[in-house]
């Protein structure tokens, strides 16, 4: 069966010609921004470029599971064995604010600890920490470091755009088109704008604890080229007491659910890998595109456990400390495509952010650093 996989190869892989000079420019971008969020945002404390708004950090466990196939056991999932883990649950918008107002997307951040072998990311290679940075969305918005650039100023205004009605929206869709007027027409953003309006329509306001996560674009998986996502599996559906999310209830409704879910019960999620079989259906350079089941299912290859938990007595500087990061991985999970080789960035983000507010620049040891098991 794994003969019909893509093997992994840097070949797959294209980038811009103007690919470096558009980083310099992101790079600008995401240090003047991260630089007067304390102001702009309203909060007095640098708060992140993306995933501003956190709903809550959560303790759990991973567990690698045996007897996955020899394809999908690969890398960190080649063996069996557990990792305490710490999970941010958090809005995907730029910006602070009501939850009514940020919108549905939400990020679900893993930082696995005790993960054996070097780190692709250059400041602290020898951490023993590996990220998952997830979204409950299949797919990303931008492909490429020139439209990445104009997109996430873009998202950093919609707020103006959709203050001005129909014909906002419309201004704002044509922004996004065009690249504000900045592309010629052969490069329109055609795809990253129906890949925004997509998500924009389809993403569901849900409980946290019932949602699906995905990487949206793509990694290395040891020999083979994947998608990796997490899943809530269906006992999650059934136990919630927030079966429905009203957001205009207040400023705050995703954080106050997972407290209350959270001090109830423990919940659960499947990990599952997606393996490439054809490069054009499927492609690593365009993260637009969701690949099809039909052509490769997710398989599991581990579980997620989130105990039962007081999230609400957490330390909240600690927890605003955390940075995660695409790159916090092993060489053999290496993320792949020019958008994720972009998302680099990250980490000066976060690097600028704990600058300012007085933070550890180092990643922590272990997670009971950050939560510590409750005693007794």
Known sequence: MSSDFVRYSPEIETFDPTYSENMTKILD???????????????????????????????????????????YAQGIYAKPGRHDALIRFSSASNHLGPDAQLGPVVGFAMKMFDVAGTKLLGDE???????????????????????????????????????????????????????????????????????????????????????????MASVRHGDYVAKVRVAAVAENAENVIHQKMDLSKGPDVFGPALVDELRARAFDFDLQVQLCTDLTAMPVNDATVEWPEKLSPFVTVGRVHIPRQDISTADPEKSDALAFNQWRVTSAHRPMGEIMDVRRVYSESARIRREINNQPQREPVSADEVIPLPQG
């Open 125 to 215: 290679p020898n951490s023993t920490t590996f990220d998952l940075v997830l979204k409950n969305s299949p797919t990303f918005i931008a492909n490429t470091a020139k439209h990445y650039l104009f997109i996430e100023d873009l998202g950093d205004r919609v707020g103006e755009y959709l203050a001005q009605g129909r014909a906002g929206f419309h201004q704002f869709l044509a922004d996004y088109l065009t690249g504000k007027g900045t592309l010629e027409q052969s490069d329109w953003a055609w795809e990253e704008m129906f890949a925004f309006v997509k998500t924009a329509a389809q993403t569901q306001v849900r409980n946290p604890l019932q949602g699906t996560y995905w990487t």
């Open 29 to 71: 971008y995401w240090r003047k921004k991260v630089g007067e969020s304390p102001d702009k945002e309203g909060s007095g404390r640098a708060v992140r470029g993306a995933h501003a708004k956190s709903f809550g950090v959560v303790r759990a466990e991973v567990e690698m599971l045996g007897d996955v196939p020899p394809a």
